[in-house]
Structure formats: structure tokens, C-alpha cells
């Protein structure tokens, strides 16, 4: 596979990577293609309509398609459209402000994502004891099926983005969504159609993958 067009950045703390240029970005003629240029949407790029019940069902599809070691199935998945969803956002408010009284509702408390999305699901990692499988692989196959679910919507054309933030984390926020200390949020990803008023994607800074490996070798190996 060629190179592909792109700027090198340096963090601000001198980290060296670079960003694609961004006609490149989500690039779904092959799966290799894709795979290398994928990027999430930004929240204000996600407006309606929302995924169709056929385009759900292939959301769907990928996110129970995860590695999942003894078959644990260690996810749960609640579903926020329509009036549910508006249903959630004055319940959310209404939490932000007994958390923060006082306080403007402003983005933190990400009230307004959940009005103007269309579709958000909830992932729910929720890890039970096992004489072989640390909880620790039962979240990272949530994990697994949060980004096959950003995946599965951006290669058919969707715009997703995966958050947690307060609400991840949030007795109340959990309790109104029938979850108990049991379970643990591994996120919010929401999704919809790309805003056509919204400015095209841009990339975000990634690291050399040689930066951040290496192949290793026996200590008396030279
Ligand atoms: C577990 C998890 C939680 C995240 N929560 C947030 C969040 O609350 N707010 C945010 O702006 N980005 C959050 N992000 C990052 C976004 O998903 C971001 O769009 C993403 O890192 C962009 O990378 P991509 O273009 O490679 O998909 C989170 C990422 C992960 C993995």
C-alpha cells in the first residue's frame, strides 16, 4: 500500500506524528483503506437522521462480533432514540444540575449531545467472577464492541463518536438506566448523519507506529 498524503505535527509536549490529509480521511473503497484512515466524528458534525433499523441491525451485528475469551459475553447494550432519548436528556439536566447547583448547563454536561443526536447506545461492561478470565479481558471485550460499533457506523456512511465523561460514572446516571455496581459504563457512542453544514473532517494527531514499538529480541540475541 503507498504512502498516504500527510503533515507532520509535533505536540505541544514534542511528541512527533502526523495527520492525514483530509480527503483521505474515511476511505472506504477496502477494508485495509478504511482501517488506516478512519477517524470519529466531531459531536457538532452528528445530526440527524439517525441510523435506520437495517443500518442498527449492522451496528449491532459488529458490536456482539467481538473477540470474547470463554464466550462470557461481558456487554450489554441499552439503546437511546426518539422519545427515549429526550426522555434521558431531562433526566441527565436534571442530575447536572443537583450535581452542580448554581451552575449554567453548559457542555460539560453534555445535556445538549443527547438532544441533538439521534442514536446513542450505551455500553455496559459488566464483568462477573471466573476462575480464568480476569474482569480485566471481560472490559476490554466491551471495549472491543464500543469500536466496532463507531467502526460499523462510519463505514456505512454514519457519523459516531465514543464519550464517557461524568455520566459514565454517575450512581444516578446508572440507576436510571437499570444498571447496577455490578456494571461498569464503558461509554456512550453517539451516532447519526454527517451535518452538512458541519466543516469537512480533519485528522487528529497520530504517532508513528514505530515511535511506540519495538520488535524484540532475546537479551543475548545481538
Ligand atoms: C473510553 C473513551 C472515552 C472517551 N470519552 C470522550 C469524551 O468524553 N469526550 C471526548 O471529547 N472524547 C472522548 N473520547 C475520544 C473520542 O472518542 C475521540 O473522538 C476519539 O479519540 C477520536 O479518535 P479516532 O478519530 O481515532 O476515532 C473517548 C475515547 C475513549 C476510548
Request: hydrophobic share 45%; proline share 8%; with cysteine.
Amino acid at each position: 500500500m503507498k504512502d498516504l498524503p500527510r503533515k507532520e505535527i509535533i505536540s505541544k509536549r514534542g511528541r512527533k506524528g502526523f495527520e492525514l490529509a483530509p480527503e483521505v480521511l474515511n476511505d472506504t473503497s477496502s477494508i485495509p483503506a478504511f482501517l488506516r484512515t478512519r477517524r470519529s466524528a466531531e459531536p457538532a458534525a452528528i445530526g440527524m437522521p439517525g441510523p435506520d433499523d437495517a443500518q442498527l441491525a449492522l451496528i449491532m451485528e459488529a458490536a456482539t462480533r467481538v473477540p470474547d475469551h470463554g464466550k462470557m459475553e461481558p456487554w450489554r447494550f441499552i439503546i437511546l432514540r426518539g422519545g427515549a432519548r429526550l426522555n434521558f436528556a431531562a433526566l441527565l439536566k436534571a442530575r447536572w444540575r443537583q450535581l452542580n447547583p448554581g451552575q449554567e448547563l453548559d457542555k460539560r454536561s453534555q445535556h445538549d449531545l443527547f438532544l441533538r443526536t439521534p442514536l446513542i447506545i450505551a455500553v455496559v461492561s459488566r464483568a462477573r467472577p471466573h476462575v480464568k478470565i480476569p474482569a480485566w479481558e471481560q472490559h476490554l471485550s466491551a471495549g472491543a464492541a464500543c469500536m466496532n460499533i463507531v467502526t460499523m457506523a462510519t463505514a456505512i456512511g454514519l457519523a459516531a463518536q465514543w464519550r464517557s465523561g461524568w455520566l459514565a460514572e454517575d450512581a444516578r446516571i446508572m440507576e436510571i438506566l437499570g444498571l447496577d455496581e455490578a456494571d461498569t459504563l464503558a461509554g456512550f457512542i453517539f451516532i447519526g448523519s454527517r451535518n452538512p453544514d458541519a466543516p469537512p473532517p480533519e485528522d487528529r494527531r497520530r504517532p508513528y507506529w514505530r515511535d511506540v514499538t519495538r520488535f524484540w529480541k532475546a537479551p543475548d540475541d545481538a
